[in-house]
């Protein structure tokens, strides 16, 4: 699933481009109806040809919500970049683009709008020449322009397509097992409660999923998930995702805080970052400036530290430490936007280097910038969990082979990593060592992984609560893990105690089947009717009649009944009397016939002929002729 995000100067026509697109109108509020301008962000989604449905954040345009704008623009996958053909770029534009580039937005379309305003093809192509020099090293320098008409339809088609091909290239969000969910609207419904919104990334949530807000630290608990007005039980990384949560008010959260899993994010006041001040920017950035820093959908006064320089000039890049006056979530390698507070401008951006710095830097210590210049190509503990983190569970030969680091390099980290609790190592070999065929996964992806799969076993009992366990290979296809890495799982989860596997089936540790007593009722009138004729009992569709199919497999599958055939079941005391009795016979005479059998047991042919080719069929008796003898 993916997620674009408009962008473009004010009266361009992004809102309008959106309602011809989707048939939603983004401009949600009153006011921006009024003034026929978006003010705050916008949402609505569109279908692809492929059958895809994404999600659309439309931004506004005017200079005076610029803010807005940034809180709607991060995590998307690709950039709508909207320019009138009767205008081409404007200042907004310049800006917007600056941002796109700056956030490295991984792929985008130009919308050229409007062009039923212009009657000279010609302009068009000017235009476009414009736009194309504009784009120039940037983001979206191989970006299709597609000309287009809200009002006419003109292009809509071709937008769409264009749109479609370049999410084509776009691989699905990892779910790395801490999922994050950037809230940028809060809101109440009459017998739901808080709602809040965003674009998820990182991992899923599930209702009834046990959540954090940071960096408050309120707890909550997912009451109910939406993506795209659909309810659903998981909402998966890159959706946009409404999420309905317990206990909490809407003056509990806001703009900016992040819905987290409990224990997987730690919010931070200090963070080192490395940055690139624009080339338009007319002064250089100085140490101590207060700025506004913009990351997700979060706006935070902060003031920089200079590291290693007295003045960063435009166009080039540095180190900053920035000390926020509100903490936030964040991990290596986010994207962020640096604006100056007033008069409102946008400074620069760049990446999360260290989310969690031990303190306040020496700004000229050799050491804390070798440091960063090393943290900014990751350290090995770092890029193997890192690594870890898309692949889910792999080898240690995969891990390394990822990660381009040497073995000895890796071997020590991942030691390191093991003696810390960060990765799971499965000892299939029996010898505890990290060799290359041992699989391993990071302690966060195996905590999601578990919580899973016991999940499915619980809902499983719950749902069939007759039957003794949910079948492996079922349970497989719902966890949709590779063969080895599930195996591997169910042998530890089941030394762990958390489950018991019983043949072709998995069952919660200690699970036993408990019948109502509406079921103890009809167990027992069917039971007196084995009592009655043990040797010539009621059939198996004569049971299914009585109990129905599930009441008649959980008798099964408690040892209770025991068939012989497709037709033929008795007790499973009267089967060990029966099997017990022939034995005896054989063992004084050697050979037995189904009539002598018969006649033992005082029962029809139909019976005995089930009975006997059952034990054959066991290798218990083997037949020769028209009697038997024990193989």
Known sequence: MHVIGTAGHVDHGKSSLVQALTGTNPDRLKEEREREMTIDLGFAWLSLPSGEDIGIVDVPGHRDFIENMLAGIGGIDAVLFVIAADEGMMPQSKEHLAIVDLLQVPAGVVALTKIDLIDDPDWLDLVEEDIRSALVNTALQDAPIVRVSSRTRQGITELINSLSECLSTRPPRPDLGRPRLPVDRVFTMPGFGTIVTGTLSEGSFHVGDEVNIQPSGLTSRVRGLQTHRRKEDTAIPGSRTAVNISGITVEQVKRGDVITLPGTYQPSHLIDV??????????????????????????????????????????????????????????????????????????????????????????????????????????????????????????????????????????????????????????????????????????????????????????????????????????????????????????????????????????????????????????????????????????????????????????????????????????????????????????????????????????????????????????????????????
């Open 274 to 631: 490395k940055f690139r001040l624009l080339p338009d920017i007319l002064q250089p950035l100085k140490h101590n400036t207060q700025v506004k820093f913009f990351l997700g959908a979060a706006e935070i006064l902060a003031r920089v530290r200079l590291l290693g320089i007295e003045e960063l000039l435009p166009s080039n890049e540095g180190w900053l430490q920035l000390e926020l006056e509100l903490p936030v979530v964040t991990i290596r390698g986010d994207r962020y936007i640096l604006r100056r507070p007033s008069p409102g401008e946008t400074l620069g951006g760049g990446t999360v280097i260290d989310p969690h710095p031990k303190g306040r830097h020496k700004r000229f210590s050799v050491q804390a910038l070798a440091s960063l210049e090393t943290l900014a190509r990751g350290t090995p503990t770092e890029i193997l969990v890192e690594s870890l983190m898309i692949l889910g569970a792999a080898s240690i030969k995969e891990v390394i082979s990822r990660s381009n680091l040497d073995a000895q390099t890796a071997h020590l980290a991942l030691e390191e990593l093991l003696e810390n609790g960060e990765i799971i190592q499965f000892d299939e070999y029996g010898n505890n060592k990290l060799i290359g065929q041992t699989l391993v996964t990071t302690n966060i992806y195996w905590n999601h992984i578990k919580g899973m799969l016991l999940q499915d076993v619980s809902s499983y009992h719950k749902s069939h609560p007759l039957r003794p366990g949910i079948p492996r290979e079922e349970l497989k296809s719902r966890l949709k893990l590779p063969t080895r890495f599930y195996n591997l799982i169910l042998r530890k989860l089941s030394a762990e105690g958390e489950i018991e596997e019983t043949g072709s089936l998995v069952r919660q540790a200690g699970f036993t089947i408990l019948f109502t007593p509406q079921q103890q009722q009809l167990q027992e009138v069917l039971l007196k009717r084995f009592a009655d004729l043990p040797f010539s009992p009621p059939s198996i569709k004569d049971c299914l009649t009585e109990v129905g199919e599930e009441l008649f497999s959980a008798l099964v599958d408690t040892g209770v009944l025991k068939p012989v055939s497709t037709e033929v079941v008795f007790r499973k005391h009267d089967y060990d009397r029966m099997l017990a009795d022939t034995l005896d016979m054989l063992d004084k005479k050697s050979t037995i016939t189904a009539g002598e059998v018969r006649d033992h047991f005082n029962t029809s042919r139909r019976y005995v002929l089930a009975f006997l080719e059952y034990l054959d069929s066991q290798g218990i008796t083997v037949r020769e002729g028209d009697e038997r003898r024990v193989k």
